[in-house]
């Protein structure tokens, strides 16, 4: 089974920067997609970013509330993705979760991180 440990999260005034970052360890293999979601209060879980392994297509998905100011990137050496977070908003404020797709045959396992909270204040 795989681990996750998110970090980076904390309290920011509008305007200002934080990186986000995920690592991953225990059974790691075939990893399809690392990528991060959010989770505002009353709100739906939903994508910010993902980046698929180049056996998968490496591409890369970004939300358009988040294009051209969140930046997602893997460190394939240290089972890592990121999310540099630039010209946060209140409205970034949420819950941020790593997710790890990896597949097992035909059936893909999702695994989750605990979550780390990002406040963006105005």
């Known amino acids: 089974q795989v681990q996750l440990v998110e970090s980076g999260g904390g309290l920011v005034q509008a305007g200002g920067s934080l990186r986000l970052s995920c690592a991953a360890s225990?059974?790691?293999?075939?990893?399809?997609?690392m990528g991060w979601y959010r989770q505002a209060p009353g709100k739906q879980r939903e994508l910010v970013a993902d980046?698929?392994?180049?056996?998968?297509?490496?591409?890369?998905n970004v939300a358009d509330s988040v294009k051209g100011r969140f930046t997602i990137s893997r460190d394939n050496t240290k089972n890592t993705v990121y999310l540099q977070m630039n010209s946060l908003k209140p409205e970034d404020t949420a819950v941020y979760y790593c997710?790890?797709?990896?597949?097992?045959?035909?059936?893909?396992?999702?695994?989750w991180g605990q979550g780390t909270q990002v406040t963006v204040s105005s």
């Open positions: 997710r790890v797709t990896q597949a097992r045959g035909v059936i893909d396992i999702d695994t």
């Open positions: 225990g059974s790691i293999f075939s990893i399809k997609a």
């Open positions: 980046i698929t392994s180049m056996t998968s297509g490496g591409g890369i």
